[in-house]
C-alpha cells in the first residue's frame, strides 16, 4: 500500500511538470552592445520549436517583463543573443527569484557577454564570453551523446560559426556537453579542453548554454536547431536527464 501510495506521488510529480512545461517560453534578446542581425531568425527558430514540441513562445526585448508576476508563466527564459547591462537591481532580483523557484535558464551565444558585472548571472550561465576570432569551419566533439541536446549531434560535428573563447574554463562547475576542437580552426586559446556547450542544476532551477549561434544560417541548420531545441526541453523541465554535477554556489 505505502509502495503504490509513493508511486502515485512520483506519477502527479511528474504530472505536474509536464503540464508545466507544455506551457511557456519566454525569449528575451535585448541588447545594450553589439547586436546580432541573427536575432530575428534565432526567434522564429525558436518559435517553430515550440510549435512542433508543444509549448507557446513568447519574444519581447522589454525587460519589465522581468517581474515576479509576468515571469511566472514561463517554464524557461531563453537569453538569446543578449549583450551588455540588461536588467536593472529590481529585474535581477525577480530573475533570481524565477530560478530559485525552480525554472530555467536558456544562454544562446552572447548571452555570455551579458551582465559582467553580474556574478550571479556569471554562475548561472557558467563562464564570460572573453573573445573571438573570424567566423570560420571548426569541429565540435560531442562529450554527452546522451543529454537532449547533443543526442541527435554526430560525434564530430563540422560547421562554420563565431567561436568564443571564455575568461574561465567552465569545466568543474558545469556538465560539459561538447567541445571545441582547437586543432581545426584558428584563433583558440583555450587549448584541449574547450567547453562550447554545458548544462547544469543551479540555486534551485536548471541551466543550458551554448556558445553556438552567431550566424544567421544557424537558425536554418537542422542539426543545430536540434540542438537549441534539446537545450530548451531541459532547460523548461522535459523528462530529459542532465547528470547531477556538483553543486555551484551562487556568488553575489
Not at 73 to 88: E, K, N, Q, R, W
Amino acid at each position: 500500500m505505502r509502495v503504490a501510495a509513493a508511486l502515485l506521488l512520483v506519477l502527479v510529480f511528474a504530472g505536474s511538470r509536464a503540464g508545466e512545461v507544455a506551457g511557456r517560453v519566454l525569449v528575451f534578446s535585448k541588447t545594450a552592445g553589439f547586436r546580432h542581425d541573427s536575432i530575428p531568425d534565432g526567434i522564429a527558430a525558436i518559435r517553430r520549436i515550440g510549435s512542433e514540441g508543444g509549448f507557446a513562445v513568447d519574444a519581447t526585448e522589454d525587460a519589465s517583463v522581468f517581474d515576479d508576476g509576468r515571469l511566472a508563466p514561463y517554464a524557461a527564459v531563453v537569453f538569446l543573443c543578449t549583450t551588455g547591462d540588461v536588467l536593472d537591481e529590481s529585474q535581477q532580483a525577480a530573475f533570481q527569484r524565477y530560478i530559485e523557484k525552480g525554472r530555467g535558464f536558456v544562454g544562446v551565444h552572447s548571452a555570455a557577454d551579458t551582465e559582467h558585472d553580474w556574478l550571479w548571472y556569471g554562475a548561472l550561465v557558467g563562464a564570460y564570453f572573453k573573445s573571438h576570432p573570424a567566423i570560420q569551419p571548426a569541429t565540435i566533439a560531442v562529450a554527452d551523446p546522451v543529454h537532449s541536446s547533443t543526442k541527435s549531434l554526430p560525434p564530430l560535428w563540422s560547421r562554420t560559426d563565431e567561436w568564443y573563447n571564455f575568461q574561465t574554463d567552465p569545466r568543474g562547475r558545469v556538465h560539459v556537453l561538447a567541445l571545441l576542437d582547437e586543432q581545426t580552426y584558428s584563433g583558440g586559446e583555450m587549448g584541449s579542453d574547450h567547453p562550447i556547450a554545458w548544462c547544469q542544476f543551479f540555486d534551485g532551477g536548471r541551466a543550458w548554454y551554448t556558445a553556438l549561434g552567431h550566424t544567421r544560417e544557424s537558425y536554418s541548420e537542422p542539426l543545430f536547431l536540434a540542438h537549441l531545441s534539446g537545450g530548451i526541453r531541459f532547460a523548461a523541465g522535459f523528462p530529459d536527464a542532465c547528470p547531477v554535477v556538483r553543486s555551484v554556489q551562487p556568488r553575489r
